[in-house]
């Protein structure tokens, strides 16, 4: 019969044996646990018990987890959209309380461009997603074509979506960043793709795009990376 | 030794992982996607020992990645980054076991790999049924605690960071974990000798 731990065996030597086992232990507590078991015989037998044991445990495994990194990266950008620095998150009550959750740019707090009295706060959004894009685009292009007119700045405010069942899509997406900007144009004009905000962060831009222009004619074009409906939460 | 959730093989090896943890800062999303893909491998097993409905298995799955992406930045490097997503999943799968009314079981989740190529394949897999059974029994810190050292092969140091307990406790769980296995095990264990 083996004898009992407590009465034979350092309760703390006992207790490294799984580590022993996995080869886990510093220098120091394997020497003391080699030491011990080259005496004992008793916790000779638990490491051979211990390695069995752990060989079964390794021969488990779990089905893959059924996930679809597609869609979860629409929530990435969605979080991103709604936190556009996500250094700064606020937490989930402090955004509650807030009445509209407006998309800010924190590119935009570092550059020294002013806009002049603003009437509403949805014309904010416009001129400031306008300086955007001059910053970030030349100057002398027809970009700002695409980019939605005042009276959509609606899709500003991701607490009140309230798009009609005949009204254009909003959409997250993401272009080749090797596009030039001539060839950014003539995809939005051809696809009839508005630019409401962006680029966030993760270089995504929220868009329009009619109801009749399906996601898969978006996703199948090869300067399209992402093109995502924009969830209702 | 199982080197599961410190993979020299991860997609991401070559590079450090400070700087891997720049791109992921910098919202790289090709790193993310990597990370993404990786983790879905490494937290399989842990998340489904936890938790065994699928969608269950899931939702803490990406509920874990998502913190990772919200809160990468406050990641400070005080521990290896599979620690902190260890310890985050951990924290995630507890969540939703507590929402969970039926006792959870491990039955239709969790399986052994049978190597079909040896003679003594049926008693092989008679004990590893008896070995799943015991496992179920234990309770669910027990198990993690099995997983994380057996399975995962990590340090006592890396487990009590991921269960956010004392180091003292872990070997404790451990010790206990092993005696009601054995218990469970009964005079089966002797066979495997
Ligand atoms: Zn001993």
Known sequence: ?233 | MSDRAVSPNSAYAEQSEAAFIKRLVDRDMQAFECLYEDYRKKLSYFIANMVNKPQLVEEVFNDTMMVVWQKIGDFAGASKLSTWIFAIAYRKAIRARSKIDEPISNDTYIHSIEDNDTEDTLEKSRLRQILNKAMETLSYEHRAVINLTYYEGLHYRDIAAIMECPIDTVKTRMFHARRQLKKSLGGNIADWL
């Open chain 1, 1 to 233: 019969m083996t004898k009992s731990l407590s009465d034979l065996c350092d309760i703390h030597i006992e207790s490294l044996i799984p580590w022993y086992v996995t080869n886990q232990l510093c220098e120091d507590e394997l020497v003391k646990v080699q030491h011990h078991i080259d005496d004992c015989a008793d916790c000779a037998k638990i490491v051979e018990e211990e390695r069995k044991i752990a060989i079964f445990i390794q021969e488990r495994e779990a089905n893959k987890i059924p996930s679809d990194w597609k869609i979860f990266q629409q929530q990435l950008l969605n979080f991103d959209l709604e936190h556009p620095n996500p250094m700064t998150v606020q937490s989930d009550s402090e955004i509650k309380k807030s009445p509209h959750n407006i998309i800010r740019f924190p590119i935009l707090r570092k550059t020294k461009i002013f806009i002049s009295k603003p009437k509403t706060l949805g014309f904010i959004i416009t001129a400031q997603a306008a300086a955007l894009f001059a910053i970030i685009l030349t100057p002398d292009t027809n970009v700002f074509n695409n980019i939605a007119n005042e009276d959509d700045q609606i899709y500003n405010t991701l607490s009140s979506d309230q798009t009609e069942p005949n009204q254009n899509i909003n959409i997250v997406m993401q272009f080749d960043p090797s596009l030039t900007i001539e060839e950014l144009n003539t995809l939005l004009n051809n696809n009839k793709i508005k630019i409401i905000s962006g680029p966030t962060s993760t270089n995504a831009y929220r868009v329009k795009v009619p109801n009749d222009i399906t996601l898969e004619t978006l996703r199948s074009h090869e300067n399209i990376l992402i093109a995502e409906p924009i969830s209702a939460e």
